[in-house]
């Protein structure tokens, strides 16, 4: 059977914050958009790794959970009608005759646009995981990498391992949650914020929560569900904890994936661009958000929804090069739907 061609203008690559953004941006131009992410709902990392944690640096928002951030995008952009294809990896990269670009996704969706926007923040995210043989077993019935609802530890027994910001912010957010929390690090010394440190170490003193420094966890059992994990100290002696739960967090290894090949100009995990449009080193493709990478570059997602905008008005010269485009504010000429 023939397969699906899905045409577009813009073609963005990643539905995290500022892939989202950028529709509205287009579309205020008239600039069709269509996204595609490897994960099966847009929102990125505000949606996979900190729904339920308060932005506080969103301007017009004193305070507003990422997963709220992202239903709000969506709002926003929907009279623009995007197109999304969603769980499926951009993976091939092929110029056509006519110019265009057409990209091939892991589902083997073909995709086709002049314009080609890289939003894919962190790539496609691969949590690090400790060396247990058994993990995998548990890895839908106990074993997390990633928070989304602190309230499906509401009343359970939680080991969280890792010694940067999110195993602290984590810890300390859950033991007012779960019946008990342990945290457990290899060091002695915690990586993370200095105010997060002392708050887990006054936790711990005041006896709300557990924690094991110089520790490692050395094995994970259960009986269908996870039940306890066994940690192994310096002195090699092994302490069991119940646990309902282990997370590891050991942060994300960020990884390009299948973008990596595509001739573009790199910078370890990031793409280098031009910071008058953002534009890469290839022809009609761009690199917003996270994954960019120019002097001064900040991954804030204010930062990116400001890349998108300038990125759509070359985009906008690159698609209709015979075009005059005229500057106008939303406040005179409104959104007006596809
Ligand atoms: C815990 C935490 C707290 C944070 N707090 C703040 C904060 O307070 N304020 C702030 O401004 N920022 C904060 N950030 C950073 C912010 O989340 C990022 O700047 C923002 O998510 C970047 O958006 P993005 O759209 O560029 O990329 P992302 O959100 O990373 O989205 C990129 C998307 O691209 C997809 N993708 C990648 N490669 C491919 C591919 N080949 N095919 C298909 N899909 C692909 C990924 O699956 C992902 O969904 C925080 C980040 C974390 C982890």
Known sequence: MEKKVIETDILII?????????????????????????????????????PKKPIYDIPGY?????????????KQVDPFKPGFTLGERAENLNKLEDGRWEVTTSGGTIHRAPVIAIAG?????????????????????????????PEKYRGKKVVIAGGGDSALDWSILLSGVAERVALVHRREQFRGALDSVEKVHSLA??????????????????????QKVTLTNK???????DADYFIPLFGLSPKLGPLANWGLSLDSNSINVDPLDYSTNVEGIYAIGDINNYPGKLKLILCGFHEATL????????????????????????????
């Open 121 to 149: 923040g962190l790539g496609c995210f691969e949590p690090r995981k400790p060396p247990l043989e058994n993990l995998i077993d548990f890895e839908k019935s106990g074993v997390d990498y990633i928070i989304k609802d």
């Open 14 to 50: 990643g539905a995290g914050p500022v892939g989202i953004f950028t529709v509205f941006e287009a579309g205020l131009i008239k600039i069709k958009c269509h996204l595609i992410d490897a994960l099966p709902m847009p929102g990125g990392q505000c949606a996979e790794i900190y």
């Open 311 to 338: 990125m759509v008005q070359s985009a906008f010269k690159r698609i209709y090069p015979d075009k005059h485009l005229s500057f106008k504010y939303t406040t005179v000429n409104g959104v007006n739907p596809f």
């Open 62 to 74: 004193p305070e507003i959970l990422a997963g709220d951030l992202i239903d709000n995008l969506l």
């Open 235 to 241: 002195e090699k002696s092994q302490i069991d904890l």
């Open 205 to 226: 003193t005041q006896g709300k929560m557990d924690m094991f420094t110089n520790c490692q966890v050395s094995s994970i059992n259960g009986n269908g569900h996870l």
